[in-house]
Structure formats: C-alpha cells, structure tokens
C-alpha cells in the first residue's frame, strides 16, 4: 500500500464549479499534511497547510479527518487558472532531525471554459 | 529572478556516461534537497543536507551521489547513467528549524538516459 494515496484523475469540470480531492495516509503518526500544487511541467509549490480544525483560504478549503486518515482539498468557483496537479502531502516522520515528507503522486485538474 | 536554479533543464545521454546535475539558491536557506519524479509516482527523496558538512541518504539514494560545495550550492552525480534514471530531478530547499518548514523547489531538470 502506498503511504499517500490520491485519485489520479483527472477531473474534468466546467468554470465555476466546486470540486473535491481527497486523498489517504498510512501512517497513523503523521502530524503535518499539506497540499502542494503542480503546473503542468513545472515545480511544486505549496498551497496550503491543513490544520486539524480544517482552514480555509478563499475558494480552497482543507480539512483533516485523523480518524480515518484521509485530507481533503475543495475548490469552489474553479476558475481556468485552477488547472493543475494537486498533490497530497504527509508528514512521514521525524528522523535525525529531518521532518520526512512524503508525496502523493498528484490528482490532476482541468478546467474547462 | 528565480530563487532556486538547476542547470541543465533538459538533458539527453547514454547509458554508463557520468552526469552531474547542479543546484543553485539565493534564499539562504542551510536545507537542500534532490527529489525524482516519476510518471504516477509521488516525488521521492534522494539526498539531503543540513549544512555544508552534513549529506544523508534518502529513500532512493542509490546510483547517485551528491556534493555540497557551499550553503548555495548542492550538485546530484550520477556515476554511471542506467535508463530507469530517466525522470524529472528537482531540487529543493527549506529554511532551518523545527517541525516543518516550507520546501522551494528550483525548475527541474528533465533527464533522459538513452
């Protein structure tokens, strides 16, 4: 079992609508999640962390079900600009002083007009 | 400017050659990193290193070898290419401190091992 999964996709969807990603961690010890975004053959950067109590950044929304072991990512309003890879990321431990990340292999996005 | 570069971007060569990909940052961070990626496959940890005397393995560490000549600068060797090489190489960089810490990451460089 990988220890990020995502739905690889993609998900097709119209300007203006309101998609969701989720995506499942095996490591029940993992204390930081995050979504990155990837443009098409470009760099990650980071979107947003996700906090246990869920947080919010204008049309994106995240939020943590530790229960489960599951992040989810909403996007309302999708706009064109929206089309990217999304990408899952978990804290995977500490060790020798050095905060593991380990990525998910992406859900990919594509508006259209 | 960009903040973290990587030269080359793109890269072609056969198998058993010796490459060196090269990593720049302006950001002043002591945290580098190389990642691969691969289609369908998440990034996924080569090297890193804390400051310029510190180098640790990472998940797939081996067939490469890294230097950091400098806070600036981290280079990725691969001694002698194999085609299942071939993949997308970033590197990256975090600024230092507990818990977790933003990575950047540079372009990329495409390489391509015949």
């Known amino acids: 079992r990988k220890e990020v999964e995502q739905d690889p996709g993609p998900f097709n969807v119209p300007e203006g609508a309101t998609v969701a990603f989720n995506c499942t961690y095996s490591?029940?010890?993992?204390?930081?999640f995050f979504w990155y975004r990837q443009d098409c053959r470009k760099e990650p950067k980071l979107l947003m962390s996700?906090?246990?109590s869920g947080n919010e950044d204008g049309r994106f929304t995240a939020q943590l079900n530790r229960a489960s072991q599951y992040i989810s990512l909403l996007i309302r309003d999708s706009k064109l600009s929206d089309s990217a890879t999304y990408l899952c990321v978990v804290n995977g431990g500490f060790s020798g002083g050095y905060n593991k990340l380990i990525f998910g292999a992406g859900t990919r996005l594509a508006v259209h007009p | 400017d960009a903040d973290v570069t990587q030269t080359p971007r793109n890269r072609i060569t056969k198998t058993g050659k010796r490459i060196m990909l090269e990593c720049s940052q302006t950001k002043g961070h002591d945290r580098m990193y190389w990642y691969r990626q691969d289609p369908g496959l998440g990034l996924r940890l080569i090297y890193y290193?804390?400051?310029?005397?510190?180098?640790n393995k990472g998940e797939i560490s081996d067939g490469y070898s890294v230097s950091r000549q400098a806070q600036a600068k981290f280079s990725l060797s691969l001694e002698s290419a194999i085609p299942n090489q071939t993949a997308l190489y970033f590197c990256a960089t975090s600024a230092r401190g507990g818990g977790f810490n933003e990575q950047f990451f540079g372009p990329g460089t495409r390489l391509t091992v015949l």
């Open positions: 490591n029940s010890a993992s204390q930081s």
């Open positions: 996700v906090y246990s």
């Open positions: 290193s804390f400051d310029v005397k510190d180098i």
